[in-house]
């Protein structure tokens, strides 16, 4: 505390002796001051924020109340002395205290307290190495009276204090840019008479040099714009020269200003203050435009990237609100756009700033601000246009559409579609990098720009409908997908007002790349409206959407329906709007089926909505709003579903149908062809077909049949060859475009910059190295060798022995005709590797399209899992999801795989076997689920992986609870007490049986050295069935010392201490049984600990003494409680000669035990005798702490002319002067201890013995000649 006490006092200052709390002393004696008064000068002090405010406010209190001049007084010379405290975060606690004081305290003159700080803080008697902390004591004294509120009232000490201010400018060092603020602070608060008074002389010089540095030109700045009378034209012609502060002899200086500003917040990232005043000042001069010209693009942007560039773009955000919209279009459309645009593109690699996050700030708060429809409109068209070869830099997801008005929205809506309809390159600000303008020679194609332009309006109109933020209304929603649809499948013929989307032609014809995109972004728009809640804001929509109604529209119609409508209109109006790919008969009679049944489907539905209505609803439309894209693999499909309705119809209107009752089991159930539907719906890439099958599946799931599920289940067999499935996966040409874009669809538009600039050089080298990796890599080919060795001979270019060692060289014709062939071969042994790439990458993509469609048909376990978790045809899903985690485990690890087994693996875990609903009735199925269970243990312990064992293992349990079923009288939390007879009651479970297989692969995991088994899945047994329990407990306890290895013991040690202590057990066991088990434990655990002699290093021998310690502590705690005849004698022998053995001298879990269990046969652990160190002992055992900044002994130069030999040591004692005091310096070596390789006083002098005889004599008879010095 004393150390504490002394750092404080450090810190403070101050003169305080106390050992807890320093002492004020008190020459005068005029203070006394008690405790809780100093403590609030201490918490001010204090780095913790909310401590300072709470002992400021407190502080204030205090003074209110006692009303003691002498304690204001040492208030305000303790405050002033704080302001240039050595800790940082303590001066602006006493700046803020101070303040607050003074505001209070009017009996305080200002005067004083100034008086007061440039007494204490003077620069000019402080010592050198306090000048920082002296300047900062006066700058932030100065601040603590302008927060006082009370500076304007007294004008003198305002100008004092801005000369205080102007001196401490001269410490930048220190100061930094502070002084000048808190000057143009103190000027905003100032009246306009005291101004022009008082401080407009002080500030002559600051304001004539107001060019020379930010903060003078802002105090300048500030001055004009709050005391405007004052600083007329004719004035600042006086200070200034000129009349107008932009003019076109200022703007040098203005440009060069702005650059050290914009240097001086580099690391601060703001938009200086000084920039945006002179703004505003070129707005207020109607200067603006000489402004923006000449400082800002021919002056900042003339500069090297970097933070003049920064801060022209935040000049251009922060000045959106300030312009007119005459002035917005100008500045939007000029060099700053341009070059912020280039900034995008090439910060899009890592590792550099990008300033888009900030800009996209500044466009946001404008719209979120601006009520003005017309200048919304501009902004967000002018960032639209701003294109790097035709593709806008900003995302096509931009958030801050979300702010447009409804007007602006639908202006904006407009605007894209003409812009897709009739694409005006002219209007662009478009640029291109310097590596694009390197890799494209020929310049920029008109059609690649266009084609990109289009690529980005699309998702850019979808995207607003995807924004739930944004206020759109349903007719928007209409009309973007009315469009997007209209334009992926249809041609404009005739115009007609009946379609509205005919009476605008392209201007540049949809090439097929164009088309792919807009059909992709159509059905992700159809994903997301499938998910739109109800549009409005009235009470009743926000009513039904509280109800998470979704996918319909304000009058209940499906949105994918009325799109469906709308397509109809266009399929019978060819005149106006020809398909792109036109429906054949057979195709059209589909259609018009599809949209019959529709119909049907909904006149039922209107008399009562069913799952089974719904599921085909939307089963018809999905199929039929995908005509447009797969026609020819989808006909057969809507047949089979129209089918599958009918025979749903008859079956629930109950009607006969003629024919045998053979003829009708050979035909399938419609639930089982509704699932063939859906999962060759699935094997497409489409995240909306997969919510869509998700959806329809659950509202079928209660007709589902065992044969719909076993074809469920047949996809995710391992065992199953993938092409004997019924089911084919398609692989859509854009599937990977298309799934990129549904999984994070913002992200493409980013990455699509920075690859077509990076797209023309990558190119170019991702072909050499495939070339080169062909012929390099892999072994040779034997057979390629055999037929380059016949070319060589063939043209007589390779020597043979019968040839001997001919010299002869090939003519030019020879040589180019097996230049030739030699040509032509290795062309075709490329062609075969190339092959054989591309049927690896085949068979490649091929495994990874399966997969994919495997994760999306787990989607079907899942729901049936969890909407009939209680049907018995659960229980046929136990060994496929089995065989699909074991062959997951063993197989290859990429992510796709472990995905596919993570979901696996989850769903067997938590949806099957945790679940709350399972199979309770079982019926006749008994000895098969028996069997099952036998096979599944038998396997369980036969595995080589322990991870897959526990699945199986878990299996096995599961089959014991459906087959025991709901017990009765056992509540849903578990909380029940229940009696002896409901706990033995196990329903259809052969309890004899399953106690033996259990009891097999309880001993199975105790005899074998390696086995996949572990302890915990019997724990989990014994927790969840205690009739099991107490069949096994006898053998768990067999192993407490039978066990084949310590590990195996150890854990039957913990399996008897769970089963025991389970109530449950207890109740089951009671009485004799009880007293029985009890005493064989005993036995067990003695027996167990006998054996044990050495632990200090073998951590499984610890282990199980510490398992058998603790069931010996339950077993001993249990016997006296319940005062059971059981023997204890045998254990307390085996414990007291352990204690011989092993000691239990420590502290630790396995001692702890020990004395725990001997504390109930009433031996209490005894106390160590603590025998305290003598100085002697610490000194010689504590290692000598070596002192920095010198060096050790073993590396300093020895004296050797003050050092003698030991035959003359004894004897030159008073000789030794210039060796210094011996006895000190025995002392001070006797402190240290000898460190390695240091050499002892004794032993240096040893080896100087060694000089020779004639040395010695001279040196000798030198000391007796001089007398002795």
């Not at 000042?281 to 970097?306: A, H, V, Y």
């Not at 049949?705 to 995710?716: F, G, H, K, M, P």
């Amino acid at each position: 505390m004393a150390c504490m006490a002394t750092a404080m006092h450090l810190d403070m200052g101050e003169i305080e002796n106390e050992p807890v709390r320093p002492k004020i002393t008190d020459a005068k004696g005029i203070l006394q001051q008690n405790r809780e008064f100093l403590d609030f000068f201490w918490d001010i002090a204090k780095p913790e924020q909310e401590i300072r405010l709470k002992a400021i406010e407190n502080l204030i209190q205090y003074l209110k109340k006692s009303e003691k001049p002498d304690e204001l007084k040492y208030t305000l010379k303790r405050l002033v002395d704080g302001l240039a405290h050595t800790r940082e975060a303590a001066r602006p606690g006493f700046s803020l205290a101070l303040g607050q004081v003074l505001s209070v305290f009017e009996e305080v003159s200002l005067r004083t307290a100034f008086d007061q700080i440039k007494e204490k803080h003077n620069l000019a008697t402080v010592k050198k190495k306090l000048i920082r902390n002296a300047a900062f004591g006066n700058f932030f004294g100065v601040l603590a009276l302008s927060q006082s509120t009370r500076l304007p009232k007294e004008p003198q000490v305002v100008l004092e204090c801005v000369q205080l201010l102007q001196s401490l400018s001269l410490h930048r060092e220190h100061l930094r840019d502070l002084p000048r603020k808190t000057m143009v602070d103190i000027l905003s608060e100032t009246s306009e008479e005291v101004f022009e008074e008082v401080l407009l002389g002080a500030l002559q010089t600051d304001l004539s040099s107001a060019f020379s540095t930010p903060e003078q030109l802002q105090l300048l700045l500030v001055a004009m714009q709050k005391f405007p009378q004052v600083l007329k034209p004719k004035k600042l012609k006086k200070l200034l020269g000129t009349s107008t502060i932009i003019t076109m002899d200022n703007i040098p200086k203005l440009t060069e200003v702005l650059k050290m500003a914009a240097r001086s917040v580099k690391k601060d990232r703001l938009l200086p203050a000084v920039a945006l005043d002179l703004l505003q000042i070129s707005l207020k001069e109607d200067n603006f435009e000489l402004f923006w010209r000449e400082t800002i693009i021919n002056g900042m942007l003339k500069e090297q990237p970097g933070p003049t560039h920064y801060l022209s773009y935040r000049l251009l955000g922060s000045a959106l609100p300030l312009l007119t919209l005459v002035q917005l279009k100008q500045v939007l459309n000029g060099e700053v756009m341009r070059a912020y645009g280039e900034h995008v593109v090439s910060a899009q690699l890592p590792d550099r700033f990008k300033f888009a996050p900030e800009m996209e700030t500044y466009v946001g708060d404008f719209l979120q601000g601006c009520d003005e429809p017309e200048k919304q409109l501009a902004v967000v068209v002018a960032f639209s246009l701003l294109t790097n070869q035709g593709y806008p830099v900003v995302p096509s997801f931009w958030r801050v559409v979300q702010h447009l008005r409804p007007t602006a929205l639908q202006s904006y809506v407009d605007w894209l579609k003409d812009m897709f309809l009739n694409p005006q390159l002219d209007s662009c600000l478009d640029f291109s990098t310097r590596r694009q303008k390197e890799n494209q020679e020929g310049g920029v194609q008109r059609e690649n720009c266009i084609f990109r332009l289009r690529k980005w309006i699309i998702p850019r109109l979808t995207s607003i409908v995807e924004n739930n933020q944004v206020k759109r209304e349903e007719d928007l929603v209409m009309d973007v997908a009315r469009f997007v649809f209209f334009h992926a499948f249809f041609n404009a013929k005739k115009a007609t007002p009946d379609i509205p989307e005919t009476e605008a032609t392209l201007s540049v014809p949809l090439d097929e790349k164009t088309r792919v995109v807009i059909i992709n972004s159509f059905f992700g728009l159809l994903q997301h409206m499938n998910h739109l809640p109800l549009l409005g804001n009235s009470p009743e929509v926000v009513a039904r959407n509280q109800r998470h109604v979704q996918g319909v529209t304000g009058d209940g119609s499906m949105w994918i329906y009325c799109l469906v409508q709308y397509a109809n209109a266009l399929l019978n109006q060819p005149k106006y709007a020809q398909s792109t790919q036109p429906f054949s008969p057979e195709q059209r009679q589909t259609w018009d089926s599809m949209l019959a049944s529709v119909r049907t489907l909904m006149k039922k539905s209107k008399k009562g909505q069913t799952p089974e209505t719904s599921a085909f609803q939307q089963l018809f439309l999905l199929v039929g709003i995908h005509l447009f894209k797969a026609p020819e693999d989808l006909v057969d499909l809507m047949k089979d579903l129209q089918n599958c309705m009918e025979k749903a119809q008859e079956k629930k209107s109950k009607k006969k149908a003629t024919g045998s009752a053979a003829g009708r089991e050979e035909e399938p159930h419609w639930a089982e062809v509704v699932v063939d539907i859906l999962l060759s719906l699935l094997s497409q890439p489409s995240r909306h077909i997969r919510h869509v099958c998700r959806t329809v599946f659950s509202n079928i799931c209660p007709h589902v049949t065992a044969r719909a599920l076993t074809a469920i289940l047949d996809v995710l067999d391992p065992d199953k060859d993938e092409e004997d499935s019924a089911v084919v996966v398609t692989d859509d040409q854009d599937s990977d475009k298309k799934k990129k874009k549904d999984i994070k669809k913002g992200k493409e538009d980013e990455e699509e910059i920075e690859e077509e600039e990076q797209s023309d050089a990558s190119d170019d080298d991702s072909e050499e190295g495939e070339d080169e990796a062909m012929e390099e890599g892999g072994e040779v080919d034997q057979n390629f060798r055999i037929e380059l060795m016949k070319v060589l001979q063939n043209q007589g270019a390779l020597a043979t022995e019968e040839d001997g060692s001919d010299d002869d060289e090939l003519d030019d014709e020879a040589m180019m005709k097996l230049d030739g062939s030699i040509a032509a071969l290795f062309l075709e042994q490329k062609k075969k590797m190339q092959a054989k790439k591309d049927e690896k990458d085949k068979l490649k993509k091929e495994k990874t399209l399966v997969r994919d469609f495997k994760i999306k048909v787990l989607d079907l376990v899942e729901v049936f899992l969890a909407k009939q978790g209680s049907s018995p045809l659960v229980l046929g899903m136990v060994e496929p999801l089995l065989s699909v985690i074991e062959s997951g485990m063993s197989s290859e690890s990429d992510q796709q795989e472990q995905d596919f087994l993570r979901k696996a693996a989850d769903i067997f875990k938590n949806q099957l076997c945790r679940a709350k609903q399972y199979c309770k009735t079982v019926g006749d199925r008994q000895g098969e689920l028996h069997d099952l269970l036998e096979k599944l243990m038998t396997k369980a312990q036969k595995l080589s992986d322990s991870s897959v064992s526990l699945y199986f293992f878990s299996a096995s349990l599961y089959l014991v609870k459906v087959l025991r079923g709901g017990v009765p009288g056992a509540s849903a939390d578990g909380k029940t007490i229940l009696s002896t007879e409901e706990l033995r009651f196990m329903g259809n479970v052969d309890v004899e049986r399953v106690s033996d297989i259990f009891k097999g692969a309880l001993r199975s995991f105790m005899t074998r050295r390696k086995s996949p088994l572990s302890g915990l899945m019997f724990i989990d047994l014994f927790n969840r069935f205690p009739v099991l329990c107490v069949n096994l407990l006898e053998t768990a306890v067999e192993h407490i010392t039978t066990g084949i290895r310590e590990h195996q013991q150890s854990q039957a040690s913990a399996m008897v201490l769970r089963g025991l202590q389970s109530r449950e057990v207890q109740q089951l066991l009671a009485g004799d049984p009880w007293a029985g088990l009890l005493q064989k434990a005993v036995g067990q655990v003695a027996a167990s600990l006998e054996t044990v002699v050495e632990t200090a290093k073998n951590k499984v021998v610890q282990e199980k003494l510490v398992k058998a310690l603790e069931l010996g502590l339950f077993l001993v705690k249990n016997v006296n409680q319940q005062k059971l005849s059981v023997a204890l004698e045998p254990l307390k022998k085996v414990l007291q000669s352990m204690r011989e053995v092993l000691g239990f001298r420590k502290t630790g879990q396995m001692e702890d035990t020990y004395w725990a269990v001997m504390k109930h046969f009433g031996v209490i652990k005894p106390k160590r005798d603590r025998i305290r160190k003598t100085k002697e002992d610490q000194a010689e055992l504590t290692a000598p702490k070596k002192k920095k900044g010198f060096l050790p002994e073993t590396k300093k130069r020895k004296n050797r002319k003050k050092q003698l030999p030991v035959s003359e040591q004894g004897a030159a004692d008073a000789n030794t002067v210039p060796l210094g005091k011996p006895e000190q310096g025995k002392k001070k070596r006797n402190k240290n201890k000898k460190q390695p390789g240091e050499e002892t006083p004794g032993q240096g002098l040893a080896k100087k013995a060694k000089m020779t005889q004639s040395a010695v004599k001279q040196k000798k008879k030198k000391q007796q000649g001089g007398g002795g010095e």
